[in-house]
């Protein structure tokens, strides 16, 4: 029996049909070597990351490298990159290309204890070229979009649960100035604050769960899509979820009422294809 991937459009192919996804674990340092050999600038020129956990993010040959390379050239061109002259792979500044000028963008923070991983796809066509750094760690990869939603998963795969169980918080509805403010009430130690956002927005039955959700979190996840309709216009779609012991939370503006409200639900990493290939969609109208 085949299986099938499914593509952003919804369209299906068997597997076997669909290339597999090409990946190149570099360091910083390598990279930045190509982009300056193929003229395409890097996203993370001017962004702050530091190495931590989150590298996982990148699979084993991408955890954090206390020997960054001395010579980024021969790395390389021992990973087929580079000719023995030194010049770039067709194939790879075919990928490039793409990302240099793609129909969408896709940006992925994903913040967990100790550092951030950064995620960098560029769709054009049914090609998605990616990028992704942590520490002085990075990998360049592409694939045909219908592997995407199988690469999203892999990144936001979470850590092995504790096996604590937060149901109380599997579905929620809070009240957006609670929601915010309670964080900022949290860093500061300031729970005057918080007791007057809940007396403001008679939450005290919501209180606790809002409490759990800033201090249990595990890991933040911020996606954002970024592109140009048909008719000119530049569109933004954004995706928050919060990583708990027991999973991933998506947190989604909600109306419905006088004020903001902010919907939390659980979500499964499987969830995240689906999630940004609406936001695609929208994009691309």
Do not use: K, N, Y
Request: aromatic share 4%; with cysteine.
């Amino acid at each position: 029996m085949s299986t099938v991937a499914l593509a952003l459009d919804g369209t299906a192919a068997p597997e076997a049909a669909v290339p597999r996804p090409v990946r190149h674990p570099l360091s910083v340092a390598a990279a930045d070597e190509l982009a300056r050999l193929c003229g395409v600038p890097l996203p993370w020129h001017g962004v702050p990351t530091s190495p931590s956990a989150a590298a996982r993010g990148l699979g084993g040959s991408t955890a954090p490298d206390t020997h960054p390379a001395s010579d980024p050239a021969a790395e390389l061109r021992s990973a087929g990159l580079l000719s023995a002259e030194g010049r770039p792979d067709a194939g790879l500044l075919e990928a490039l290309g793409c990302f240099a000028a793609p129909q969408i963008f896709v940006d992925l923070v994903l913040g967990r204890p100790g550092g951030v991983f950064r995620a960098w796809h560029r769709l054009l066509g049914t090609r998605v070229v990616a990028l992704a750094r942590c520490g002085e760690r990075a990998e360049l990869g592409w694939w045909d979009d219908r592997r995407w939603a199988g690469e999203l998963v892999r990144l936001v795969a979470p850590p092995a649960s504790t096996g604590d169980v937060v149901d109380s918080v599997a579905r929620l509805r809070v009240p957006a100035e609670l929601l915010l403010g309670c964080g900022a009430a949290l860093r500061l130690g300031r729970p005057e604050l918080l007791a007057e956002l809940v007396t403001r927005h008679d939450a005290a039955g919501v209180a606790d769960h809002v409490r759990l959700l800033h201090g249990a979190a595990r890991g933040r996840l911020l996606v954002t899509v970024t592109g140009v309709r048909r008719d000119g216009r530049r569109t933004l779609g954004l995706l928050s979820w919060v990583l708990l012991p027991d999973g991933w939370r998506e947190l989604v503006p909600a109306g419905g009422g006088a004020a903001p409200v902010v919907a939390v639900d659980r979500v499964a990493p499987t969830d995240l294809g689906s999630r940004v290939a609406l936001l695609v969609a929208a994009a691309r109208r």
